[in-house]
């Protein structure tokens, strides 16, 4: 069910890949709910990916940008006004990427010079984003910008390494930047807090699928979807929401208040057994 819940607003999508990005579904819902909008990736993931599909669907030019670039930045939010003729509404940053991560580099073993690329991509392009749009004046007033978040940022979860001190970061930088574009502009600046998604980036990550069995079982309304994140971004895009800002947002079925659910006891009571007879 649409409700034309962004009808004539503009925005920005950073980070659709293929069909399973949530920067995917986001713009699916976007279009569906009568917003235009530019889609951007770097050069190396519009090739490998098909957001070309997606623009084709959406009506949407496709803007090469390297989001740590400022000057691709400069050049894709011109480029993204001039298309508009003039300022837009709305932009989702959906960026993240660890060489450790990918390398199989362990948090008490990193690469620093991985960790930088890692701050730099998935957080510090947060802040490039936001300080270029902003002098250039870029964003309507009452727009809404959104990142996509995790929990690792507030916990430590296994394997995620130093993504959640990037995640971490780029919380704060909502806060920070939200208050000065809040104070000048009456522009809004909040992080969501998904539950891990079978994204094909989180796919790579080891032991995702018994990571994501277990926040079902704790969380009391189970996972979020990508296409339920999507259905979130929208509302933070829309009119609905004018006074939300500088909020890290949980949209994870409950799971970043639980300490113990029954179906989580339940699962580690039939491990406990297990593991007693075979000891």
Excluded at 56 to 80: F, G, H, K, Y
Excluded at 155 to 169: P, V
Aim: aromatic letters at 10%; hydrophobic letters at 40%.
């Amino acid at each position: 069910m649409t409700y034309n819940l962004l009808k004539g607003k503009k925005g920005i999508i950073f980070g659709a890949l293929n069909d399973m990005s949530i920067a995917w579904k986001v713009a699916e819902r976007a279009h569906e709910e009568g917003a235009s909008f530019v889609l951007t990736n770097t050069p190396v993931s519009i090739r490998m990916g098909e957001i070309h599909k997606l623009a084709e669907a959406c009506n949407a030019p496709v803007i090469p940008a390297d989001a740590t670039s400022t000057e691709d930045l400069e050049n894709l939010i011109r480029q993204a006004m001039e298309h508009f003729g003039g300022k837009f509404d709305f932009i989702l940053h959906s960026i993240g990427m660890s060489l450790n991560v990918r390398k199989g580099r362990t948090y008490d073993d990193l690469d620093y010079a991985y960790l930088m690329k890692t701050l730099d991509i998935s957080a510090i392009s947060f802040h490039k984003v936001l300080q270029t749009a902003r002098k250039l004046d870029a964003i309507n007033d009452w727009g809404s910008v959104v990142a996509l978040s995790y929990v690792a940022a507030q916990r430590t979860l296994y394997g995620y390494n130093d993504m959640a001190d990037a995640k971490s970061m780029l919380e704060s930088i909502a806060r920070s930047f939200g208050y000065i574009y809040g104070r000048d502009k009456k522009i809004r600046v909040n992080t969501i807090s998904q539950s891990p998604t079978l994204t094909t980036a989180g796919s790579g990550v080891k032991g995702i699928d018994a990571l994501m069995d277990f926040t079902d079982r704790m969380s009391p309304l189970g996972n979020a979807s990508a296409d339920e994140c999507a259905d979130y971004c929208i509302t933070l895009f829309s009119d609905l929401t004018k006074k939300v800002t500088m909020q890290n947002l949980f949209h994870d079925g409950g799971f970043s208040n639980m300490g113990m659910s029954y179906k989580a006891m339940n699962m580690y009571n039939k491990g406990l057994d297990n593991f007693q007879l075979t000891d």
